[in-house]
């Protein structure tokens, strides 16, 4: 079964830039694709970005759209998310997650289409 483990959260300043990783165990990973979740205090866990098993295809939140950049190595079994330009509403846990199906046709986007979820990261960003 494969388990993901998230890295490279911590506190930025607004407009600064952080990459987080997610590192997964497995040797199927590659015909998965990952998705990128975020939960803020008191709100639900939502869509961030993700990226389809043969890294052809990616999909991004309105809200992250041209500053947050989801990219995969298979060959190192890790998925990351650059996020630029960071405001103090991308505060949030990122979880990653990988996608219930192999080799979906489309990438996936819905919270129900993953599992496998990590213990998540902490991204503070101060104003």
């Known amino acids: 079964q494969v388990q993901l483990v998230e890295s490279g959260g911590g506190l930025v300043q607004a407009g600064g830039s952080l990459r987080l990783s997610c590192a997964a165990s497995g040797r199927t990973f590659s015909n998965y694709a990952v998705g990128w979740f975020r939960q803020a205090p008191g709100k639900e866990r939502e869509f961030v970005a993700a990226?389809?098993?043969?890294?052809?295809?990616?999909a991004y939140a309105d809200s992250v759209k041209g500053r947050f950049t989801i990219s995969r190595d298979n060959a190192k079994n890790t998925v990351y998310l650059q996020m630029n330009s960071l405001k103090p509403e991308d505060t949030a846990v990122y979880y990653c997650?990988?996608?219930?199906?192999?080799?979906?046709?489309?990438?996936?986007?819905?919270?129900?289409?993953?599992?496998?979820w990590g213990q998540g990261t902490q991204v503070t960003v101060s104003s």
């Open positions: 990226i389809k098993w043969s890294g052809s295809s990616t």
């Open positions: 997650a990988k996608d219930r199906n192999p080799l979906r046709v489309a990438v996936a986007t819905r919270t129900a289409d993953f599992g496998s």
